[in-house]
């Protein structure tokens, strides 16, 4: 239990590191940035292995994009 709670909060501090230290152009990218970061911190926390959240990842990346796309679009 103690593991999986660590593992977690290492991928969220990654997931915002990158944020604060990406410099995205577009919302496209940001969405995806934050998409993928979000993605794989719930792949972890509900699968609990390396498969889980490289999909939770891709999914959250996909997700995040075509928001952030949206509001690109928007402006």
Same mark, same amino acid.
């Given at each position: 239990?103690?593991?999986?709670? !660590?593992?977690?909060?290492? &991928? &969220?501090? !990654?997931?915002?590191?990158?944020?604060?230290?990406? *410099?995205?152009? %577009? #919302?496209?990218?940001?969405?995806?940035? !934050?998409?993928?970061?979000? /993605?794989? /911190?719930?792949?972890?926390?509900?699968?609990?292995?390396?498969? %889980?959240?490289?999909? *939770?990842?891709?999914?959250?990346? !996909?997700? /995040?994009?075509?928001? *952030?796309?949206?509001? #690109?679009?928007?402006?």
């Amino acid at each position: 239990m103690v593991k999986r709670l !660590v593992i977690i909060l290492i &991928v &969220v501090a !990654v997931g915002l590191g990158l944020l604060c230290a990406a *410099g995205c152009e %577009s #919302d496209a990218q940001t969405g995806a940035l !934050v998409g993928t970061a979000i /993605g794989a /911190g719930a792949g972890q926390a509900i699968g609990g292995d390396t498969e %889980s959240t490289l999909i *939770g990842a891709g999914i959250g990346a !996909v997700g /995040g994009y075509i928001i *952030g796309n949206e509001q #690109d679009k928007k402006k």
